[in-house]
């Protein structure tokens, strides 16, 4: 059984920040590596930023120098903070393993998400 629950969206002018949360809770979170991915209204779903559980981190180029993705191990947490926004960071902003949890449990799984927008 896996759940993860995505917290701290909004609506925030460019140039502002945003700290989203994720709880995560089974056991395929606390050993793989977690990540968060976003999709834009028309779009599909991509990868934004990712941590291994003994914290290496990887950010795609659009994010880099303005994210970060502190982890709690022991909370099975993880956040993204995120700087300097722009109106195109404008998406639904999902956490998940990485790679997602399809690659463990052969079905997908995706938690409801939190709205991140960004007025220029």
């Known amino acids: 059984q896996v759940r993860v629950v995505e917290s701290g969206g909004g609506s925030v002018q460019a140039g502002g920040s945003l700290r989203l949360s994720c709880a995560a809770s089974?056991?395929?979170?606390?050993?793989?590596?977690m990540g968060w991915y976003r999709q834009a209204p028309g779009k599909q779903r991509e990868f934004v930023a990712g941590?291994?559980?003994?914290?290496?981190?990887n950010y795609a180029d659009s994010v880099k120098g303005r994210s970060t993705i502190p982890r709690d191990n022991v909370k099975n947490q993880v956040s993204l903070q995120m700087n300097s926004l722009k109106h195109e960071d404008t998406a639904v902003y999902y956490c998940?393993?990485?790679?997602?949890?399809?690659?463990?449990?052969?079905?997908?799984?995706w938690g409801q998400g939190t709205q991140v927008t960004v007025s220029s």
């Open positions: 998940n393993s990485d790679p997602p949890v399809s690659r463990y449990l052969g079905y997908d799984y």
């Open positions: 089974g056991s395929i979170f606390s050993i793989n590596a």
């Open positions: 941590i291994s559980s003994g914290g290496s981190t």
